[in-house]
């Protein structure tokens, strides 16, 4: 089965640190989203991204994270620096061209702590 | 716009009893419907979807949703519940032509023995 990859799967950093998470989408999909779920605010869409540009990253605080797409099969989420309230599961989702006929496959997310 | 409502945060059922997640959606245009399951400490799956045609669906583990467009409602049920289905089940909506998903609040099966 086609799968979206996350590393890491879990991160514990000192708040002030950057932390990178990584995401490889499935091959051939051109749409990924970045989401946030915690137990207060449930699933959040932070941003998503269309054949690497970014479409929409409304739901990202600008001044300490940033998305990137470097190529097809990698997309980044970059906190710097990091805050305690930054703890949280992410995840990250691909979709083809069309997506919501098809749905969204998710990866396994990465626990991110903060302490 | 789009927006998904997921009544009750928490339900219990027996295990055999019927199991019935409720999700009304408010959209704007024709809509796509969605029901995910995220089992702990893993990613959302797809369990099934409406998109055209036939508006009861069948999907993975039992599961099946029906669209009723005059209720703007996309409910979930299986006849029987299983100790496996103890998860937390989100329904999303989506439009027809387009990418983007907006998901519900999640409601959390617990499946007593």
């Known amino acids: 089965d086609a799968r979206v990859t996350q590393t890491p799967r879990d991160k514990v950093t000192e708040m002030g640190q950057e932390v990178t998470m990584r995401c490889q989408p499935i091959l051939g999909h051109n749409t990924v989203f970045w989401y946030r779920q915690t137990m207060m605010q449930g699933l959040e869409l932070l941003a998503y991204f269309r054949n690497r540009a970014p479409l929409d990253d409304s739901g990202m605080p600008k001044d300490r994270f940033s998305a990137e797409m470097p190529d097809a099969t990698l997309a980044t989420l970059k906190i710097q620096p990091s805050e305690p309230r930054d703890s949280a599961v992410y995840f990250c989702?691909?979709?083809?061209?069309?997506?919501?006929?098809?749905?969204?496959?998710f990866g396994s997310g990465t626990r991110l702590t903060v302490v | 716009a789009q927006s998904v409502t997921q009544l009750g945060s928490h339900v219990s059922v027996s295990e055999g009893a019927l199991v019935l997640l409720r999700c009304n959606y408010s959209?704007?245009?024709?809509?796509?419907l969605f029901w995910y399951v995220q089992y702990p400490n893993q990613g959302l799956q797809l369990l099934l979807k409406?998109?055209?045609?036939?508006?009861l669906v069948k999907g993975i583990n039992g599961f099946e949703a029906e669209f009723k467009k005059s209720e703007t409602s996309f409910h979930l049920t299986k006849p029987s519940a299983h100790m496996s289905d103890a998860a937390e089940y989100f329904c999303?909506?989506?439009?027809?032509?387009?990418?983007?998903?907006?998901f519900g609040a999640g409601t959390i099966l617990r499946v007593k023995s």
């Open positions: 959209s704007s245009v024709p809509p796509y």
């Open positions: 999303a909506v989506g439009p027809q032509g387009g990418n983007k998903l907006v």
């Open positions: 989702a691909s979709a083809p061209t069309g997506g919501s006929v098809y749905g969204y496959t």
């Open positions: 409406y998109t055209t045609g036939a508006t």
